[in-house]
């Protein structure tokens, strides 16, 4: 069965320092990859998606993600954060297990994101 | 920029009671998702829809659960009898097609603000 773990359910930095949320999945065929946030009262937004043409993906808002198939992981980074930045992101993860998946999104448990100012 | 709308923002409820939650998805979407949110636990799949039929269930979704397009606009979930452990935040989804191994533009999935669904 697909899984995907968030390695922390609360991360805390200052503004303009560096954002890394963790995210691990477990390996089988083909993982689609995506960071999704949200913000409070706000429906779930994409941040950015792997689609496999390369390792380092960039997103919305400065977001980046780099995966690393070796370690089955799929780190969200920022180089410095804003006061806006301030939401839940999720890690979620998809795969095509011999062509029967139809879209189910398999989602980490979250992370929340402070920035202080 | 279009976007999935969800009714209500919160909806109470007495156990055993039938609620039918509300979703409109982007008008040129074909494919159709709810999830749901225990409080505390993570976002878990429910259903998947597509061409007036449920594409992909998970195990949560028994026999108390349905879902229906009754028109051209509207994608609801119904639960007939409402239990406790059926308070938790239910999100819609919609996208222009689905993840089946090709990671394209129109698969990415959107999401609306959900609905908070307490049973008391």
């Known amino acids: 069965a697909q899984s995907v773990t968030q390695l922390d359910s609360h991360v805390s930095v200052s503004e303009g320092t560096p954002v890394l949320l963790r995210c691990n999945y477990s390996s089988s065929y083909s993982p689609s990859l995506f960071w999704y946030v949200q913000h409070p009262n706000k429906g779930l937004q994409l941040l950015l998606k792997y689609t496999s043409a390369a390792t380092l993906v960039k997103g919305i808002n400065g977001f980046e993600a780099e995966f690393k198939k070796s370690e089955t992981s799929f780190h969200l980074t920022k180089p410095s954060a804003h006061m806006s930045d301030a939401a839940e992101y999720f890690c979620v993860v998809s795969y095509n297990a011999g062509g029967t998946s139809y879209g189910k999104l398999t989602f980490g448990q979250g992370t929340i994101l402070t920035v202080h100012p | ?120």
């Open chain 2, 1 to 120: 920029e279009p976007e999935v709308t969800q009714t209500p923002s919160h909806q109470v409820t007495q156990m055993g009671q039938e609620v039918i939650l509300r979703c409109v998805p982007i008008s040129n979407h074909l494919y159709f998702y709810w999830y749901r949110q225990i409080l505390g636990q993570k976002v878990e799949f429910l259903v998947s829809f597509y061409n007036n039929e449920i594409s992909e269930k998970s195990e949560i979704f028994d026999d108390q659960f349905s879902v229906e397009r009754p028109d051209g606009s509207n994608f609801t979930l119904k639960i007939r009898s409402t239990k406790l452990e059926d308070s938790a935040m239910y999100f819609c989804a919609s996208s222009e097609g689905f993840s089946g191994g090709l990671l394209l533009a129109k698969n990415i999935q959107y999401f609306g603000a959900g609905t908070r669904l307490s049973v008391l």
